[in-house]
């Protein structure tokens, strides 16, 4: 049901995946370090009612890799030349963690491109003070979308610690091949992930100068809260009900990335929400 694509953008080529059953355009955008495949489950279950597509986006997966150009006006300019190429005035917006403050970005530059806008697990949505940066090279090292990044000296050696990840946790076959379709082996012989340090690196110094969310979006927009996500509070929930005017707040089971580790409820309170806004 699921093509691999690649479309040559002004900068880059991407990398995306599409289902076409569909017409209403259902745009998927992944979080740091991810891949278009971690829509997979999502993908198939609603490839009936949606024209999906998923990109990998640039310093990911299977796109572009470049030196530099990871900023959130980058991946912007990559959408919306995405969007024009499929003919799309507008379409749904799904976006996870990272993603989710490059899509408020967006909506609140451009939100006549939004139908409506789920946002899944937002990281670090506000600006952040300059000493933070001091920590990065602990993040690095800890934060378990990055510590799959390698080097590791063997696939199997990387495969060892990706069965430890929150990301991995019940290790089914999807997220087996998630895991398998995002490491490479390098140059040196080496085994690492195919998403670059030059984006990680960048993507980082952006998400701590600029906030997600700095003035009203009028958009119909769903916060998806798992479990035992990031965003547990009432104090980390307060920029989303402050700007978010049309805002619903769903909580479902599992972690950081609970279209991975729990997809069935995922994927039903996403298609419940888009048939709500239909």
Known sequence: MVERKVIKLSQVELSYLEWKQGTDPLLLLHGLGDHALVWSSLGDYLAQDYHIIAPDLRGHGDSSKLNNGYKFVD?????????????????????????????????????????????????FIDKMPSWFKVTFPILYKTLPFLKAMGPFNNYEEAETLARSLKQYQGWSPLQQEVFKLGMEEKEDGKWGSKFIKQARDEIFEEVMK?????????????????????????????????????????????????????????????????????
């Open 210 to 278: 600029y906030a997600g969310l700095t003035q009203d979006i009028d958009i119909p927009t769903l916060f998806i809260k798992p479990e035992k996500g990031l965003n547990r509070t009432a104090w980390q929930l307060k920029p989303y009900r402050t700007y978010l005017k049309q805002l619903k707040i769903a909580e479902v089971p599992g972690n950081h990335w609970a279209f991975l580790v729990e997809p069935s409820p995922f994927n039903e309170t996403i298609k419940r929400f888009l048939s709500e806004n239909n």
């Open 75 to 123: 991946y912007i300019d990559d959408l919306n030349q995405l969007m024009d190429y499929f003919g799309w005035q507008s379409a749904h917006i799904l976006s996870h963690s990272w993603s989710a403050k490059l899509a408020a970005i967006w909506a609140t530059e451009q939100p006549e491109r939004f139908k409506d806008l789920i946002l899944i697990d937002p990281f």
